[in-house]
């Protein structure tokens, strides 16, 4: 069983930054896809970014260059550095690992980012 551990979340001014981790424990080798979403007040859960084992990584259109995902070669940890946030980024923010064959999905608990203006 893998369990999604997440941290980082936190208050935070507008303009200012913050950085997201999560590990994915109880999983020998590599997931082949980890990602960070989001859930706001005002709209379903979203794509915020996710990154494959080699490194290659798409993001959600609000993200306008201000995110940048990561991952640690061989391990499977991601950190999520968002800079200039704004008060819409204001939610849970969750940690996501994915397995293509077979199909599984794991979902971190979840860390709350709140930005004031």
């Known amino acids: 069983q893998v369990e999604l551990v997440e941290s980082g979340g936190g208050s935070v001014q507008a303009g200012e930054s913050l950085t997201l981790s999560c590990s994915a424990l109880?999983?020998?080798?590599?997931?082949?896809?980890m990602g960070w979403y989001r859930q706001t007040p005002w709209k379903q859960r979203e794509l915020i970014a996710r990154?494959?084992?080699?490194?290659?990584?798409i993001y959600g259109d609000f993200v306008k260059g201000r995110f940048t995902i990561s991952r640690y070669n061989g391990k499977n940890m991601v950190l999520l550095q968002m800079n200039s946030l704004e008060p819409d980024d204001t939610g849970v923010y969750y940690c996501?690992?994915?397995?293509?064959?077979?199909?599984?999905?794991?979902w971190g608990r979840g860390t709350q980012v709140t930005v004031s203006s």
């Open positions: 996501q690992a994915l397995e293509l064959r077979p199909s599984l999905t794991w």
């Open positions: 109880g999983r020998s080798t590599e997931v082949d896809y």
């Open positions: 990154i494959d084992s080699g490194g290659t990584a």
